[in-house]
């Protein structure tokens, strides 16, 4: 009983120090600027002229900002939470419309995203396309601060990248045949080397640190279990694409290692969010998770379509239980957990730096 007792406690302490880290306030840090897709739109997509579903409804929102933002998720996401380590306001979505200052950072990201142009084609906005919305910012920003400012500011800044999921995810959820087209090896080449041209791109115009992170077990999210139910029976997870997820993680670190050998100057971390969330799956209870398989709002099997807030759908009585909000996306508590063991967890996790040593350089 006693143990038990220890153990509970510890978990709230530890619970406590991902929304409040005492150490995480005391700084003050460079601009933020955020790049991907729906794991780190803050609101983005809400602005596009698309007919694709957009998570500005009620339930997404529901637990921190009580309306829905855009996010898709319960709450905040992981920038939002590197912001707030990094003594850092809410970074503001580029096309949020208003006057934006972007010396704290703008977040460039758009849910549905890919590294590759042709994934989500016409429905957000590719890696590139982002890319070239950061180099317009950087005209803007030249014009108010003049050259010399902006240059620090730039070199002094943290670019964040969440990208590479649903180019493999798409193929799989559309029934595409790209996939038919390349070896896997080939295909996650291309990816990564979109990854890297844009890295080298934001280099170029004066960025120097980079966080990325390896993508999770794409095969066993909510909508892939429902895939792998329709299409050949049972509950297990999709190994076909977390097989090209690990793969691209394999070639990840290859990738920015290699990097850092061409571009003086230029650093980076790496978090394993693979690990972490593998972890999580194997003992949902230990993490303070109770459901790792199926999303807390939607329909279907495992709750894996995406029809969250509209006319047909169910809500999880508990969000807090639940790894994931929805059938791909994960709950705001999730993304404390991976946002504090960005921030400064151990090398184990997150490597050559962490977040916070990341921003101190």
Same mark, same amino acid.
């Given at each position: 009983?006693?143990?038990?007792?220890?153990?509970?406690?510890?978990?709230?302490?530890?619970?406590?120090?991902?929304?409040?880290?005492?150490?995480?306030?005391?700084?003050?840090?460079?601009?933020?600027?955020?790049?991907?897709?729906?794991?780190?739109?803050?609101?983005?997509?809400?602005?596009?002229?698309?007919?694709?579903?957009?998570?500005?409804?009620?339930?997404?929102?529901?637990?921190?900002?009580?309306?829905?933002?855009?996010?898709?998720?319960?709450?905040?996401?992981?920038?939002?939470?590197?912001?707030?380590?990094?003594?850092?306001?809410?970074?503001?979505?580029?096309?949020?419309?208003?006057?934006?200052?972007?010396?704290?950072?703008?977040?460039?990201?758009?849910?549905?995203?890919?590294?590759?142009?042709?994934?989500?084609?016409?429905?957000?906005?590719?890696?590139?396309?982002?890319?070239?919305?950061?180099?317009?910012?950087?005209?803007?920003?030249?014009? %108010?601060? /003049?050259?010399? @400012? *902006? #240059?620090?500011?730039?070199?002094?800044?943290?670019?964040?990248? &969440?990208?590479?999921?649903?180019?493999y995810l798409v193929p799989f959820i559309t029934n595409s045949t790209v996939l038919q087209y390349y070896s896997k090896k080939e295909y996650v080449k291309m990816v990564i080397g979109n990854i890297t041209t844009v890295i080298q791109e934001?280099?170029?115009?004066?960025?120097?640190?980079?966080?990325?992170?390896?993508?999770?077990?794409?095969?066993?999210?909510?909508?892939?279990?429902?895939?792998?139910?329709?299409?050949?029976?049972?509950?297990?997870?999709?190994?076909?694409?977390?097989?090209?997820?690990?793969?691209?993680?394999?070639?990840?670190?290859?990738?920015?290692?290699?990097?850092?050998?061409?571009?003086?100057?230029?650093?980076?971390?790496?978090?394993?969010?693979?690990?972490?969330?593998?972890?999580?799956?194997?003992?949902?209870? %230990?993490? /303070?998770?109770? @459901? *790792? #398989?199926?999303?807390?709002?939607?329909?279907?099997?495992?709750? &894996?379509?995406?029809?969250?807030?509209?006319?047909?759908?169910?809500?999880?009585?508990?969000?807090?239980?639940?790894?994931?909000?929805?059938?791909?996306?994960?709950?705001?508590?999730?993304?404390?957990?991976?946002?504090?063991?960005?921030?400064?967890?151990?090398?184990?996790?997150?490597?050559?730096?962490?977040?916070?040593?990341?921003?101190?350089?």
């Open positions: 009983m006693g143990s038990s007792s220890s153990n509970i406690l510890c978990f709230l302490m530890l619970c406590a120090s991902f929304l409040v880290p005492a150490s995480c306030r005391s700084y003050s840090h460079g601009a933020l600027f955020i790049f991907g897709d729906s794991l780190y739109d803050a609101g983005n997509n809400i602005y596009l002229n698309t007919n694709t579903p957009k998570p500005n409804i009620f339930p997404y929102g529901e637990t921190h900002f009580m309306h829905p933002t855009g996010r898709a998720s319960d709450g905040r996401l992981i920038p939002d939470f590197i912001a707030e380590f990094a003594n850092l306001p809410l970074i503001p979505p580029y096309l949020q419309p208003g006057n934006h200052q972007f010396t704290d950072g703008v977040n460039f990201a758009s849910g549905g995203a890919g590294a590759l142009v042709e994934t989500n084609q016409g429905l957000g906005m590719d890696l590139k396309t982002q890319l070239s919305n950061f180099k317009n910012m950087e005209k803007q920003l030249r014009q %108010k601060l /003049g050259a010399s @400012e *902006v #240059k620090t500011l730039l070199s002094t800044a943290v670019y964040m990248f &969440s990208i590479g999921s649903n180019d934001i280099y170029k115009i004066g960025g120097r640190k980079f966080g990325l992170s390896k993508l999770l077990p794409l095969g066993c999210l909510p909508v892939s279990r429902a895939l792998k139910l329709s299409s050949k029976g049972g509950s297990g997870c999709l190994e076909e694409v977390t097989l090209l997820a690990k793969l691209h993680n394999r070639a990840l670190p290859e990738a920015l290692k290699e990097l850092k050998s061409q571009l003086k100057g230029y650093t980076y971390s790496i978090f394993d969010a693979y690990t972490v969330a593998t972890a999580i799956f194997n003992n949902p209870s %230990k993490y /303070g998770f109770q @459901e *790792v #398989k199926m999303g807390c709002c939607g329909s279907g099997p495992f709750r &894996s379509s995406f029809t969250c807030g509209r006319k047909v759908y169910q809500l999880c009585d508990n969000v807090s239980e639940y790894f994931f909000f929805d059938g791909i996306h994960p709950t705001e508590k999730v993304n404390s957990q991976f946002a504090k063991l960005m921030w400064d967890g151990s090398p184990k996790i997150i490597k050559p730096y962490n977040l916070k040593t990341l921003f101190e350089k």
